[in-house]
Structure formats: C-alpha cells, structure tokens
C-alpha cells in the first residue's frame, strides 16, 4: 500500500507563496496521476491540480491557473504544488492523492478516482 508524506504548508499572508511536497513510499510506486486537492471549512474536498506521472502532463482548476505549478521528481517519488500569489481563498488543507489506472482528463479532477491520499496539510493565507 502506497504511503504519501506530505510536508510544507503554513501560515502566509496574501501575495506570499508556499511550496507542498508529497512523497511517495512503501510498496514499488506505480501512479497514473497524482494530484492535488484541498477543503476549506464548511465545504467539499475541491481540485487543484494534478499531473500525468509518465509524461508530466499538468492539469489546474480555473482558480489556481497561472498561479499554481504542480511537478515531480519521478527519481524521488514526490509530487511539488509550487503556490505563488496566494490569496485568502486559497485558505484550506490540502491533500495530495493518487490513482493507478489510466482514466480520462475529468477523471482526475474527481476525488473519488483516487485510490490513496495524503493526511493533509494546512495553508492559512491571511488579507
């Protein structure tokens, strides 16, 4: 079963940036994606980002666009979320996830495509 560490995350204020990583152990990693979501208090589980782990292929939701980076490093295992420009509704845990069959582009904004995940880590982003 695959384990995901997740480190980073914090208190910023708007305008600062923050940089999550997620890395991946346990049994031989095998991912078809990893993404990013994150839950902000009274409200779903929302898409942030995710990337085809064989060719890097990047995915964002409307709010994070040109904002947001997500990439990994296959030789270690770990997806980053690079955030810049942060802003108070970025305010949320953030749970990074993966899944291991092959699905379609809608796929991976659907949290319940993904087959392990993260315990979370909290960004606070204050006006």
């Known amino acids: 079963q695959e384990q995901l560490v997740q480190s980073g995350g914090g208190s910023v204020q708007a305008g600062d940036s923050l940089r999550l990583s997620c890395a991946a152990s346990?049994?031989?990693?095998?991912?078809?994606?990893m993404g990013w979501f994150r839950q902000a208090p009274g409200k779903e589980r929302e898409f942030v980002a995710a990337i085809i782990w064989k060719d890097g292929i990047a995915h964002y939701s409307d709010s994070v666009q040109g904002r947001f980076t997500i990439s990994r490093d296959m030789t270690k295992n770990t997806v980053f979320l690079q955030m810049n420009g942060l802003l108070p509704e970025d305010t949320g845990v953030y749970y990074c996830g993966g899944f291991r069959t092959p699905a379609p582009d809608f796929g991976l904004r659907m949290s319940s495509a993904y087959d392990f995940w993260g315990i979370g880590t909290l960004v606070t982003v204050s006006s």
């Open positions: 346990g049994r031989p990693f095998h991912t078809y994606s």
